[in-house]
């Protein structure tokens, strides 16, 4: 005979929650997002939606740390670890971001920049956990560029500027690339970004 006992699993409620809550932000935006719609994409009752996150701010925090942070991590710090220098896996990156959206065939953004952009003048912690996510992405490129001049690999330039240079065009570009629905602006990013690299490369 087979038990067909309910499963009490808050951990699963959570995440399932937040993920709908991160495609929802990304997708149309915090600020366009209302907790009904969310609690029909998670398809969870409002008294799960309200012990996990009792208000749409609570839940904005967590896909923050729990998803935006994870997705900068994934997509650009652990290549930056795995490739033997920051033009290789700056090139990798884009390689690979640029071919998931020809997949999904439209243009989402960048999560972070995405939330950056909604909720750093309304919420003060909200863009401090945004500006601890930018200052990790950031640290980690001119941590790569650092490793690179120290190791005779390139030479003549600022790698933290570098760094601040390399994540604003990227973003400018996603962001273009978003409004146009057209990885277009990507490919013309990495193309440049490529070229400029490829000067303080060859200097040695």
């Known amino acids: 005979m087979i038990d067909h006992k309910r499963i009490n699993d808050p951990e699963g409620v959570r995440r399932r929650i937040i993920?709908?809550?991160y495609d929802a932000f990304i997708t149309q935006g915090y600020l366009a997002t209302g907790m009904l719609e969310l609690r029909e994409r998670a398809s969870v009752s409002g008294g799960a939606m309200a012990h996990h996150f009792p208000a749409k701010r609570d839940l904005g925090l967590a896909?923050?740390?729990?998803?935006?942070?994870?997705?900068?991590?994934?997509?650009?710090?652990?290549?930056?670890?795995?490739?033997?220098d920051?033009?290789?896996?700056i090139d990798l990156i884009f390689e690979t971001i640029i071919g998931e959206l020809a997949q999904k065939d439209s243009v989402s953004g960048c999560p972070l920049n995405n939330m950056a952009m909604e909720v750093s003048q309304h919420d003060a912690e909200?863009?401090?956990l945004v500006?601890?996510?930018?200052?990790?992405?950031h640290e980690a490129l001119s941590a790569k560029f650092e490793a690179d001049v120290k190791g005779k690999r390139a030479a003549?330039?600022?790698p933290q500027r570098t760094a601040t240079l390399?994540?604003?065009?990227?973003?400018?570009?996603?962001?273009?690339?978003?409004?146009?629905?057209?990885?277009?602006?990507?490919?013309d990013c990495r193309a440049e970004l490529a070229e400029l690299l490829a000067e303080k490369y060859r200097r040695l």
């Open 86 to 89: 920051a033009p290789t896996a």
């Open 166 to 187: 390399l994540i604003a065009a990227y973003s400018g570009a996603m962001a273009m690339a978003k409004a146009r629905q057209d990885a277009g602006p990507l490919n």
């Open 63 to 84: 896909v923050i740390r729990d998803r935006v942070a994870d997705a900068v991590r994934q997509t650009w710090i652990e290549p930056l670890h795995r490739c033997v």
């Open 131 to 137: 500006s601890a996510v930018f200052r990790a992405w």
């Open 126 to 128: 909200m863009r401090a």
């Open 156 to 158: 003549g330039f600022n």
């Open 19 to 21: 993920d709908a809550a």
